[in-house]
């Protein structure tokens, strides 16, 4: 986080400590989303590959695959911010498993009903590649996932 302070500093861009504080956890959690993704995709194809050794049909296994990414990735996701992004200070503490129920809930919304509107809208509407229309959508869910966490999910009470 020292990098960002330079840059900003040599672009002569004074944001007071709090906002900086805010900067550095926003990118934290944009790594620990990095990873999720990478997960996420590894979970996805992999639950699909080990699925073609079975008897399963793909137009189930595509389902499956995508419950067994979205559960784990889901808890890698929470135990990371918990951890890493949204990290309680001396005297706060958070009940986790009202934090993971809340942390499902976000990401269900968004990563269901969000993504699947603003991909209609992508694709249906406004033409775009369903192959980049997915890439377009982190710039809305990114920013309104952290939101949702850091005020909801994560959202710390004093002891």
């Excluded at 590959?49 to 996701?77: D, N």
């Amino acid at each position: 986080m020292i990098v960002i302070r330079r840059i900003l500093q040599s672009l002569h861009i004074q944001i007071p400590e709090a906002g900086m504080q805010g900067i550095e956890q926003f990118i934290k959690f944009a790594c620990v989303g990095l990873s999720n993704t990478a997960l996420s995709y590894f979970l996805y194809a992999g639950s699909l590959l080990l699925m073609r050794q079975t008897s399963i049909p793909v137009k189930f296994g595509i389902y499956i695959a995508h419950t067994v990414q979205f559960v784990i990735s889901v808890a890698w996701s929470f135990f990371w911010n918990n951890r890493f992004v949204f990290k309680l200070e001396e005297g706060q503490h958070r009940t986790w498993w009202k934090a993971l129920l809340k942390t499902y809930a976000a990401y269900a919304f968004t990563g269901l009903l969000v993504n699947a509107l603003l991909l209609g809208l992508w694709v249906n509407v406004l033409g775009i590649s369903e192959f980049i229309a997915p890439f377009i959508n982190l710039v809305f869910n990114v920013p309104l996932n952290f939101v949702i966490n850091k005020f909801w999910a994560f959202r710390d009470h004093q002891a």
